[in-house]
Structure formats: C-alpha cells, structure tokens
C-alpha cells in the first residue's frame, strides 16, 4: 500500500488526512518513484488553510511539490530513466506521499553528496533563490540584502550569490547569525533601527534587495536604502509589488511568471548540484517528522521562524 496525505477542505493543520490507498500504476510517459523524503515549503500550508487561492476543491487534494526517491518503474515512451535511479523531484503536486508518478521534465538526477532529505528539501527554495537574483541582475560586486537569509530560500540565496562574488548583507534572528556567517554573509538583526544597522554594515549602500520577509518593515527599509525600486524584488508580497513598484514572482502576484523566469527557475537545482560538488552550496534540514505527522510538521513551518528546512520521511 501507499500512503498519501490530502485535505477536502481548506483550514488549519487538522484538516490534513493521512490515508492508505493502493501504490499507483505507472503510466506512459511517466515513471513510478518510492519516496524517500519530502520537502515542506510554506505555500503547502497557504494552500491549504486558503490564504493563497486555488482552484475551488471538489474532492480530495494532495499536499505538497518537492520529494526525492528511487525509480521503481518507467512508463513506455521514456528514455533516459531506468529502475533503481535515484532523483529529486520537483512541481509534483500532491508530493506528501509514500509513491508518486512523475513525468520526467520533473526529475533531476540527485547528485551523492547529498542525502535523500537535503535532496526533498531543494526544488522550490532553490529555484526561487536562482531565479530571483538571476532576475534583479546580481553579478559580482553587487551589495545584496536578502530579508529572511537562514530560511530555505534565503540560505539558498545568500550561497549563489556568495559563489557569483556578491557581497552579502543578509537578516535573521540573532540565534541565527552564526548560520549567516559560515555562509559568507553578513548577519544583520531585523527589527527596530534596521536601516541603521544595514547603513552602518555597508556604508557604500545596498544596490539590490531580495525580500524573503515581506513584513512592513522589510519594505520600508527597502525604500529607504535602495532608490531605484525596479532593483527591489519580493516572493512574498507579490499582491502589492505594482502599488509599490518592485519586482515580484509570484508570492500572490497576479503576474505569472514570464518564460524566461520559468527558465530560470529549472537552472536553480541544476547550479546548486555544481556548487555542491565543488563543496560551495550546503542544505540545512533542521526538522525530520514522519509523514503521518504532516500536520505537526505544518504547524511547525507557520511559525515562520523555520531555519534551512524541515522534511517528511514516509
Ligand atoms: N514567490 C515564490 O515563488 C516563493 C517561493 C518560495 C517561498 N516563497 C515565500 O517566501 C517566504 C520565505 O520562504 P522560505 O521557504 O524561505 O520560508 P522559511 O524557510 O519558513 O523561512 C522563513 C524565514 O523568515 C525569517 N523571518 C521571520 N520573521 C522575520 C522578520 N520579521 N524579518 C525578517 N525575516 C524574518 C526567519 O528567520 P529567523 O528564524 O531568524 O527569524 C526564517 O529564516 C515565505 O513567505 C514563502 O511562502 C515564495
């Protein structure tokens, strides 16, 4: 038997189902993967209590987009996937599960140097980290600040743009500016005097922000050091991003991603992998929960405090 996690309405953490259903059949021009680990983003828990709209549900819904696992079997008409592969998979809906039947343009080879949970724990931070600052233009010399740096994106976005030779400025708690550091960042405390603090760290000014925060103050502060707000990106307030004038992907932005940002997006685990192999990109995994305790997991993730990343093992 399989083992899924699915909701038929939207609310808090306890509307999450853990349910046995039979291992689903592979189909053609898919492959059948045995999950070993699972990714928890944030947007699994917007989802679900409905504070990111999504189609109306007439039915039960799968949880989740980022897993790794072991090929079991390949549908006809697929080449270059056997048995016995080990992948990670991304943009799998339903993805808190035991099994999954994923096509291949979702499957990127996992590289050994990292474990199956570092390997759940890429897809969505990681290709969100790229592709942002691929999309505000942060090349060597850039002054970064990153608002949220020990979170799955940011720790992501604070190591590319390491390895590209920006220098970067980056926010956490203070318990976690240790984290900060071993990254190559400068740790900054969010909260009161923000501005003072950045100014100070950086007295030639910040030319680009990434906002991984979206609290009032993260934006405020954006406003205040860095004139040109086309130099100013958000995934978290994308609602707000043309009111402001910044840029945004997706993060409630009405605005789909454009082409070449879905582009980019697929180049993010695939740089990550060649950093990693060249010991300049760590994953984190902070929290392991089994599957059946998805809820507790969510739970855990809306405290918004979550550092690196937390993962499900079926
Ligand atoms: N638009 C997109 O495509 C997209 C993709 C991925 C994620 N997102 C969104 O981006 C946000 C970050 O995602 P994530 O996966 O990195 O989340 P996460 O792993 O839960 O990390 C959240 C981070 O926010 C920090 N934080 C909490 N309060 C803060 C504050 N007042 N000021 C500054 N930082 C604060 C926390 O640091 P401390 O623990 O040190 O406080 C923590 O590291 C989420 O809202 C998520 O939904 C959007």
Redesign the pocket.
């Known amino acids: 038997m399989a083992t899924i996690v699915q909701y038929s309405r939207l609310g808090g953490p306890d509307v999450l189902e853990v349910v046995e259903v039979p291992v689903p059949s592979v189909t053609d021009g898919h492959v059948l993967v045995e999950v070993q680990a699972i990714g928890v ?3 699994d828990s ?1 989802l679900r209590s409905g504070f990111r709209a999504s189609a109306p549900l007439d039915g039960p819904r799968g949880v989740g987009a980022d897993a790794s696992g072991v090929i079991l079997e390949v549908g006809s008409g697929v080449d270059g996937w056997a048995a016995g592969d080990e992948v990670i998979i991304q943009r799998a809906p339903g993805a808190y599960a035991s099994h999954l039947v994923v096509a291949p343009h979702n499957l990127v080879r996992k590289p050994s140097v990292w474990t199956w949970s570092q390997a759940a724990a890429v897809g ?2 990681v290709s ?1 980290a790229y592709q942002a600052l691929r999309s505000l233009g942060v090349t060597e010399g850039t002054r970064l600040l990153i ?8 720790q992501a976005a604070v190591q590319f743009a390491v390895a590209w030779g920006v220098r970067v400025f980056a ?3 203070p ?2 500016h240790e984290r900060l550091i071993e990254l190559g960042a400068v740790p900054l405390s ?1 909260g009161d005097g923000l501005v003072e603090r950045v100014r100070e760290a950086s007295p030639e000014g910040i030319d680009v922000v990434l906002d ?4 009032e ?2 934006l405020q502060a954006s406003f205040e050091l860095v004139e040109d707000r086309s130099r100013i990106g958000t ?2 307030v ?1 609602g707000r991003a043309a009111e402001l004038g910044i840029r945004a ?3 409630g932005s009405p605005v789909p991603l454009t082409d070449e940002e879905v582009r980019l997006r697929a180049e993010g685990v695939p740089a990550a992998i060649e950093l990693a192999a060249q010991g300049k990109f760590d994953v984190e995994v902070s929290e392991r929960f089994p599957l059946a305790r998805a809820a507790d997991a969510q739970r855990l ?1 809306e405290e ?4 690196g ?1 937390i993962v499900l093992i079926p």
């Open positions: 983003n944030p947007i917007k969505i931070p969100t608002h949220g740096g020990t979170g799955g994106v940011g926010t956490a708690s318990a976690n969010y991984g925060a979206g609290t103050e993260a995934i978290v994308g992907w997706m993060g993730s918004g405090h979550t550092r990343k």
